[in-house]
């Protein structure tokens, strides 16, 4: 389980590459990086075998021409390679909750502290219940009630807000709203969700009360990326906790949230600083 | 979780007792112990409040007429409830394994250790590749092939063999035959198994390829007792471990492997110290 | 390990005992609240065997005189014995902190959602850096700075102030001041602190940069009563998270801050609840 | 925390760099590898920025010169620099125990299985007990009682027999005996011990006593080269598991054993398949 890093405060450029596999990527790629006088200070690759997907990102300081390193990078890859610099500052984002406020406010603590890479713009929610949490930290909060709303009028009141928020990343942090396949293709590869987990899994209603009758002996959660199959997306980061049979259902939810709540907020300081890759269904992890 | 409990070598008594939840029951049962100077060394009781069930398991010592203490413990319980003395030996077990080693390899071990409060008097193979294995812990190693027989010839076969040995418990150590209800049911609550779990679980073939291709993040194993429903039965124990992205498909098997062998034994340790009570579909674990 | 209990709604009543063991103890307390009709909702005892002590906690609901029975319960114990019923309301909580943010905030939070069964009366700390948080919360923060006093005149002021507050209970979240005899004295058995736990343990300044150095592999935290020996109080809870080379003396000292805040939020959770019992060095929880 | 890794049958050859670290190392190597045809498969690469230390591993396949590859790369690194080859075939290896089986029982079985690329060529204990053990996997036993002997002597005993057996790797599997400083140096940097560890540490006789009447709540173990200092030698591998008051030391022990038994099976995979590199009194392993 990859511990958080904490904040680098040296100036320092991140270079990502994803493109098809073949051989001499990583000799022609750290070629640039030597002859722009880079300072590598971290550097991981990758070759998903399966998919044949080659990975790399690097860590470097110095006084750099970033732009030309990326284009005399992206000279060298086969086609469909991609070469680019993670943005500098901090990442725009926007959080969506619902009722629940453990997985917001420890993101908001966080956030406060500037342990995230992240500067959280708004925070969503179809209820109310959050607003005195969310103003505590200075920051907007938006109720955008789905009551008496379609889902699709429901989202278009959140598209819209979105549409002047402008982020960069959607986090879900308990929303506990299904998303049209609509929204979805809308924030493709943007939105992090939490999902609580279980083993076996269960599919329905009140999944803890099911959990609990099935007597399970662990509680888990789940940071991925939300895709189309809703919790299908690709796992970013699970974890989970031991429970036993003294535990009621309404225990095990408690359970449950503190793992998720620590789950997410790892799963996103992994996603703000550029350490997660996408392969397919699955995720590549450069912690 | 639950670590395993050093084998106490003081000659002592266990009573087990199941019955409809009542005011009274600790005191009344206590009553009796105490009336026959029993030496309780360790007490559990808990009630599962949504089956208004009564559990309690008390170890005592003292010269004490332990039959007298169940019949008077019995004659308080409300009706349909069960009183009784564990058995103060080993537990008669036979371990049923396919082509894997690493589970039966481990319980082989404790075996020979008397770590398990067990007596292996066999091992019952659908193959014969770990014949050397059992014969080095000299063990009578049952070969019985599955080869050109249907289902229910070979389960004739196990239990016509089974039969003979009346063991009090089967272990399914890795034993990847499905088994029949008719099979199941003549062992009801005497058959525990260990199946690897996944975050989400995958059906059908080559579960780690799935986990593999799905980029699951945590391997687990879960030791359940066998019913109708298959892997379905009440869990006895479960664990996980973290994998990442740099693990293939055979590396998950062998991370899943390890975790199996760990929580099978363990799982065990607790059924034969008469510490699991089943309470519908969950269990109810005294450690 | 203790996942944490949801806060149960229903009024209860909770019964403490502790007292030098002896036969029958159980079956004379059981009897007490069954006389007085109590509805038990939940009963844990445990004898440690080494000190010869028997502790016991039952938590009940119904109409019931509940003076009536500790009276009784007491009259029944061996000399010693303590019998006394858990203070129903919240517990009164005064959290020291310096400049540490991840403890407090955690607690802020859980404070603020009624997670703790605690009253934060006041956050004193000898720096004035986490006054806006605290602020946020609505809570009264008081700076004591420990600048150009020496330590009995700094406790004094801090004890001078603690008179005002009159707390039960004093939290160490993150509190670097070395705290003097008289002063642990004062508040015996009544104060918790978190602390960084290694394998093997570094002793002196910079642990972390002693940690990192020595190339160790988990990094954990310590919850504990606070007592002469300082960081040698009575354990409540433990857990670590793996590290590995790729981590800075920063980047372990994350990894630790995340590990102590979940630590000593379950920690505190099981005291204020009345589920830690201790026996002499050692704790017995009741959870 | 790293799970094993599936042995991979295919022919493969492993390049293993160490030097001071400057500018240009990876880009040169993988030069080196490419104009080789080298298939590299699995690399990876670390600096260690307080030691200013470069280290490098590299699994590739082809029809190679795999000499050549390793003089080049030898040429091109600064003084001091050290590029080998890994051996290709199983190391070949000693164990060392005295009564305790657990260790050594599961190195037994994953040598039997083929899991850990070594071939066991003897045990050496200073008891008898474990002979019965080690003949059922038909390997050679050496009972070197210590018995009337001076450690002086008894390690004479020890050294001789090693000369004769010429393993590459000694294993401390629970080999109870304090070792003098001559013996660890014989074999510096080629020995590997498991190792009880708690939160505290505890110095001392009765470790799990002491750890008992501290009420530790988790019991670890640490797989760790040996060095002078004797268990201050660079860890490798570190787990825990968690323990509660109700165990005895008794039971801590056996809890200690199930953990150490994992921990150095892992260990000794990672060191046997030559993923663990020394960078001062650290260990830099790549997984």
Not at 211 to 229: C, L, N, P, S
Not at 234 to 263: C, F, K, N, W, Y
Request: charged share 20%; with cysteine; proline share 4%.
């Amino acid at each position: 389980m990859a511990p958080s890093v904490a904040p680098n405060s040296q100036p320092r450029q991140v270079l990502l590459v994803e493109c098809p596999d073949q051989r001499g990527l990583v000799h022609n790629i750290t070629g640039v990086l030597l002859r722009h006088q880079c300072n590598v200070t971290s550097n991981h690759e990758f070759v998903d075998a399966d998919a044949n997907r080659f990975f790399m990102r690097t860590e470097f300081t110095g006084e750099v021409n970033a732009a030309a390193v990326v284009e005399e990078t992206k000279s060298l890859l086969p086609d469909g390679g991609i070469a680019r610099l993670a943005k500098t500052g901090k990442r725009r984002v926007v959080l969506l909750a619902s009722k629940e406020h453990h997985c917001l406010a420890d993101l908001l603590v966080r956030h406060a502290f500037n342990e995230l890479n992240a500067e959280v713009v708004a925070v969503i929610s179809n209820h109310d219940a959050l607003r005195p949490l969310v103003e505590k930290f200075g920051l907007p909060f938006h109720h955008l009630s789905h009551e008496g709303l379609s889902r699709e009028e429901h989202e278009a009141a959140v598209t819209s807000l979105l549409d002047t928020l402008q982020p960069e990343w959607l986090v879900l942090a308990k929303y506990m709203r299904v998303l049209s396949t609509k929204f979805v293709a809308r924030y493709a590869q943007r939105m992090v969700n939490i999902h609580h987990s279980f083993l076996p899994a269960f599919v329905g209603a009140k999944p803890y009360q099911q959990a609990f009758e099935r007597g399970v002996k662990v509680i888990g959660a789940t940071a991925h990326f939300v895709t189309e199959q809703l919790d299908e997306g690709p796992i970013i980061l699970q974890q989970v906790i031991p429970v036993d049979h003294t535990r009621s259902a309404a225990d095990m939810a408690q359970a449950g949230r503190d793992v998720e709540q620590i789950v997410l907020s790892r799963a996103l300081k992994l996603v703000f600083e550029d350490r997660v890759f996408l392969s397919g269904n699955r995720t590549i992890i450069f912690d």
